[in-house]
């Protein structure tokens, strides 16, 4: 399954280091220097939103969504009270999305995800992959 890290920075990356030993990651990021592959050209199964909060957040991401048309969005970042919901309700409803902002613990940025694994070590991402494999 393709997973899609969108944004490589402190949260993005080391999402896409764990992502990548379990399915075909892709990795982009605004900064060329920063990125590691290209677009997923075929479905995705997980899109992973990674990149900071702006003014144009939800028209990049509900851009994204569309272009993209993952089973399931997860927004790592860090945004507006509100915004998960504006994001569902622009792309009719019909898209998976949750809000899954990354944790500071001391001075690392630690996706949710890290946090998860701990709780639940037993092939925690290949489970988590598994429940998004929704039709649509």
């Given at each position: 399954m393709n997973v899609f890290v969108i944004g490589l920075g402190e949260i993005g990356r080391p999402l896409?280091?764990?992502?990548?030993?379990?399915?075909?990651?892709?990795?982009?990021?605004?900064?060329?220097d920063r990125n590691v592959d290209q677009e997923p050209s075929g479905p995705v199964g997980v899109m992973h939103i990674c990149f900071p909060y702006s003014e144009e957040f939800v028209e990049k991401v509900?851009?994204?969504?569309?272009?993209?048309n993952?089973?399931?969005?997860?927004?790592?970042?860090?945004?507006?009270?509100g915004t998960?919901?504006?994001?569902?309700?622009?792309?009719?409803g019909k898209h998976h999305l949750v809000h899954s902002p990354g944790k500071i613990e001391g001075h690392c940025v630690i996706p949710n995800v890290?946090?998860?694994k701990e709780v639940?070590?037993?092939k925690f991402m290949e489970a988590l992959i598994e429940s998004t494999e929704l039709e649509h």
């Open positions: 896409y280091e764990i992502v990548k030993g379990v399915h075909n990651a892709f990795g982009v990021d605004v900064d060329p509900v851009g994204h969504i569309g272009k993209f993952p089973n399931l969005t997860i927004v790592e970042s860090t945004v507006r009270p998960t919901s504006l994001i569902w309700r622009l792309t009719d890290m946090i998860l639940y070590p037993s």
